[in-house]
Nanobody, 121 residues
Framework: VQLQASGGGLVQAGGSLTPACAAS????????MGWFRQSPGKEREFVAA????????YYADSVKGRFVISRDNAKNTVHLQMIRLKPEDTAIYYC???????????????WGQGTQVTVSS
């Protein structure tokens, strides 16, 4: 499956953004979809994931209550709605697809190219 992330940008603290990930290729609905982020000098960290049907969602504690992940299997897309953004949310956000894990980035099989999110204070 090929993934294309978009929708990042520059926003002030307290603002919102909704990055999107579009998928093509193999059957999208068979994959768990996740969002990870990576800041300079830091490892890629788990942000959120959603099950194949969309019935289950998972979040890092740092974003719980502020971020919402959703998917549309008819359109092969995943969105990450982010509100009340903080400067520490600044990172490159990557979408990934896996059939093996939820929170472990090394078990994701496919990755998009990433989209930059910058939150100014």
């Amino acid at each position: 499956v090929q993934l294309q992330a978009s929708g990042g940008g520059l926003v002030q603290a307290g603002g919102s953004l909704t990055p999107a990930c579009a998928a093509s290729g193999q059957s999208f609905s068979t994959f768990i979809m996740g969002w990870f982020r990576q800041s300079p000098g830091k490892e890629r960290e788990f942000v959120a994931a959603i099950s194949q049907s969309g019935a289950s969602t998972y979040y890092a504690d740092s974003v719980k209550g502020r971020f919402v992940i959703s998917r549309d299997n008819a359109k092969n897309t995943v969105h990450l709605q982010m509100i009340r953004l903080k400067p520490e949310d600044t990172a490159i956000y990557y979408c990934g697809a896996t059939q093996r894990a939820i929170r472990i980035n090394t078990l994701y099989d496919y990755w998009g190219q990433g989209t930059q999110v910058t939150v100014s204070s």
